[in-house]
Structure formats: C-alpha cells, structure tokens
C-alpha cells in the first residue's frame, strides 16, 4: 500500500506560477514512476507529467515548456513547477504513483488548481 500526500495548490492570476509537491509513504525505488494527472469539470483526466525512477520524463502537450517535473529520491518526493499558468490548467490535480513489479497504481486525494484570468 502506497499512500500519497499532495499540497501545494491555490488561487493564482493567469502568468502566475504554482509549485505542487506529493511525497510517497514508500520508498520511491519501490516506485516505477510518479506523476500528475488532472481533472476539470466536465472532462476526462488527464496527464499532466510523469518521471520514471530513471529519470524519463513525459509532459501532456499543453503543458510543455511551462511546467516541470522532478523528483527527490531521499524524500520520495515529487514537484510539479508550474510556471505562465492558464486558465484552462484549472482544475484538481492529483498524485499518482505507479509500483515496480505489480504496476499498480495509486492516487494522491488531488489538490484544487484555480487560475484566474
């Protein structure tokens, strides 16, 4: 069992920027892969980025080049930096973890999003 702890969101004007973070209760060497996905009203949820324990990286295509993900391993951490945010990134954000060996996966409770323009 992994549990995942999310913080981080808020309320920002469109340019602004956020920092999301989500620290897994497990070692994250037992983790294949970490990331954020996320979810608005009315739609289905999305990828927003992943990093694999190697370090691989994958970005949904309207976020790259504005947010970035990465990781520290000793606090089995993953951050989420979103920079120039829009209001179309409004919407909950949530933590998800994927085990090694099981591939199962795991989500974070999400944590609100809200950019005003």
């Known amino acids: 069992q992994v549990q995942l702890v999310e913080s981080g969101g808020g309320l920002v004007q469109a340019g602004g920027s956020l920092r999301l973070s989500c620290t897994a209760s497990?070692?994250?060497?037992?983790?294949?892969?970490m990331g954020w996905y996320r979810q608005a009203p009315g739609k289905q949820r999305e990828l927003v980025a992943r990093i694999a324990t190697g370090g691989s990286t994958n970005y949904g295509d309207s976020v790259k080049g504005r947010f970035t993900i990465s990781r520290d391993n000793a606090k089995s951490t993953v951050y989420l930096q979103m920079n120039t945010l829009k209001p179309e990134d409004t919407a909950v954000y949530y933590c998800?973890?994927?085990?090694?060996?099981?591939?199962?996966?795991?989500w974070g409770q999400g944590t609100q999003v809200t950019v005003s323009s």
């Open positions: 998800n973890a994927v085990t090694s060996i099981s591939y199962t996966n795991y």
């Open positions: 497990a070692s994250i060497f037992r983790i294949h892969a």
